[in-house]
């Protein structure tokens, strides 16, 4: 039984809540909810266990809310190892380097066979702003400027500023955050449950639909394919058969380069380094953060080819012919030293074995509640990625309503286990409950975490 290792001495936690209701701006939150009950607040964390500033313990089943803390909380030798960094050498940046910023894109590298440079930042969204500026670099220099457009998938997100959220698949996300900069094309989405081909080998027909709109743009004009590998947000979307195959062939033939945002699979999830790394598929550029050092640091990192890299030279007569472009804490090393002991934490305590056997219970377990509960209507996952469509008919497949979601949600806090859901303010993707335990997750708690899903399913739908 874990228990709350140590109290916060330093702070009367009561007063901490009223001044975190008082001056916090609460990231995708209602201000109405905190006119009438507190903000939680949590204070510490152990594992999979999280206590709140009441004292109240729960078991979090969304790794920090957004399938972050893939390492687990309470880590002492990160923890340590930072502090070491920290007092040594805490931040450098520009053309120079760092030992960690070197070490850590050596071991990262070792994992990703094809790739070879690591350009480091610090959000998953500043990851994939850099690729985009990369491909419309590529094209004035390289395609007169013509091979400039990025595609992106429907239902996929990549991020929160207004250039990642001009490849925003999830229309709503953008509304009302326009103009956006142009150049940005979307491709239908992949998922088979709501196909939008009556067809067999629906992978292959769902990529098919990606050259129709390459075809229709020009393939001269489309300088990238951005794609998560599994879709987290737009509800836990793992591309059918016959997807990635085609898809690659896709982007050979029209000389379009492959960029993956592991921002989320990245670092395990998936119960591989990376989530591509399940499909065999050999990408141009991978983004990653969230798990990169499981939140213990900021910490972002494009990666790419030699061959991409080499499209940046430059030389007298050409000056302009680097990659202008930096991020500020880009060069704190806390993240790259965070990031090497994250890998070695996952790597010595095998925790990529155990994403698959607990991701394997985990989508066995839903799949059991689903013969039991006519509300879920779909159980699709890949590792330590899970999710469970709820739906109000079967048959005619109606997404379930927000707020029988959200209460789904609330009865499994009022249990003590956190889950998530699909972004709330999505009409039509809300209807997902969504599980992503850290690596180190047992079975027991699994078994605990589904659960609590199944008792919450018996309240809200009885
Ligand atoms: N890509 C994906 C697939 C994501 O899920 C997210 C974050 N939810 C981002 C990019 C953006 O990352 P960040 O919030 O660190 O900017």
């Known amino acids: 039984e874990t228990t709350m290792t140590q109290t916060d001495t330093r702070n009367d936690l009561s007063a901490v809540v009223a001044a975190d209701r008082a001056h916090?701006?609460?990231?995708?939150?209602q201000h109405k909810p905190f006119e009438t009950t507190d903000p939680r607040v949590y204070v510490e964390g152990k594992?999979?266990?999280?206590?709140?500033?009441?004292?109240?313990?729960?078991?979090?089943?969304?790794?920090?809310?957004?399938?972050?803390?893939?390492?687990g909380y309470g880590r002492e030798s990160i923890a340590d190892a930072v502090r070491d960094q920290l007092v040594k050498l805490n931040y450098f940046a520009g053309a120079a380097g760092t030992v960690p910023g070197a070490l850590f894109a050596e071991r990262l590298i070792e994992k990703m066979p094809g790739l070879s440079r690591v350009y480091y930042s610090n959000s998953g969204s500043e990851a994939n702003e850099k690729v985009y500026k990369m491909v419309r670099q590529i094209s004035h220099r390289h395609h007169g400027g013509k091979k400039s457009k990025i595609l992106y998938r429907e239902r996929d997100y990549h991020g929160t500023t207004i250039g990642t959220l001009a490849t925003s698949g999830q229309k709503q996300r953008a509304e009302q955050y326009g103009p956006f900069p142009e150049g940005f094309v979307e491709v239908p989405?992949?998922?088979?449950?709501?196909?939008?081909?009556?067809?067999a080998g629906y992978g292959r027909r769902a990529a098919d639909a990606i050259e129709e709109v390459i075809l229709r743009e020009g393939p001269e004009t489309v300088g990238c394919l951005v794609l998560e590998p599994v879709t987290a947000g737009g509800g836990v979307i793992v591309p059918p058969e016959g997807y990635w195959p085609r898809v690659q062939e896709i982007c050979r033939t029209y000389d379009i380069l492959l960029h993956i945002d592991e921002v989320v699979c990245g670092l395990g999830?998936?119960?591989?380094?990376?989530?591509?790394?399940?499909?065999?598929?050999?990408?141009?550029?991978?983004?990653?953060?969230?798990?990169?050092a499981s939140g213990y640091a900021a910490i972002a990192c494009t990666v790419t080819t030699e061959a991409v890299f080499d499209l940046f030279k430059d030389d007298a007569a050409d000056?302009?012919?680097?990659?202008?472009d930096i991020s500020t804490f880009g060069g704190c090393t806390s993240g790259p030293v965070a990031a090497l002991e994250n890998m070695?934490?996952?790597?010595?305590?095998?925790?990529?074995?155990n994403t698959k056997a607990m991701g394997a219970r985990c989508?066995?377990?839903?799949?059991?509640?689903?013969?039991?509960h006519p509300v879920i209507g779909d159980v699709r996952g890949m590792g330590l990625f899970c999710g469970a469509e709820l739906v109000?008919?079967?048959?005619?497949?109606?997404?379930?309503?927000?707020?029988?979601?959200?209460?789904v949600v609330a009865h499994c806090l009022s249990q003590g286990v956190i889950i998530g859901a699909t972004n709330r303010s999505l009409p039509g993707y809300n209807n997902t409950l969504c599980l992503s335990p850290a690596l180190t997750v047992t079975a027991a708690e699994i078994d605990r975490i589904t659960g609590a899903i199944d008792a919450a399913l018996t309240a809200v739908f009885g």
Not at 24 to 29: D, K, N, Q, T
Not at 344 to 353: A, H, N, S, V, Y
Not at 363 to 372: G, P, V, Y
């Open 24 to 29: 916090v701006w609460h990231h995708l939150s």
């Open 47 to 71: 594992g999979l266990t999280l206590w709140d500033a009441t004292g109240r313990e729960f078991l979090d089943a969304v790794s920090g809310g957004v399938w972050t803390v893939n390492v």
């Open 189 to 199: 989405h992949c998922l088979e449950y709501r196909a939008q081909w009556d067809t």
């Open 269 to 292: 999830r998936t119960g591989t380094w990376f989530g591509y790394q399940n499909f065999g598929i050999e990408p141009d550029f991978v983004t990653m953060a969230k798990g990169v």
């Open 319 to 324: 000056p302009l012919g680097h990659f202008r």
């Open 344 to 353: 070695r934490i996952i790597e010595d305590e095998g925790l990529l074995e």
């Open 363 to 372: 989508l066995a377990n839903l799949r059991d509640l689903m013969d039991r």
């Open 392 to 407: 109000v008919d079967r048959a005619t497949k109606e997404p379930m309503d927000e707020a029988r979601v959200q209460a």
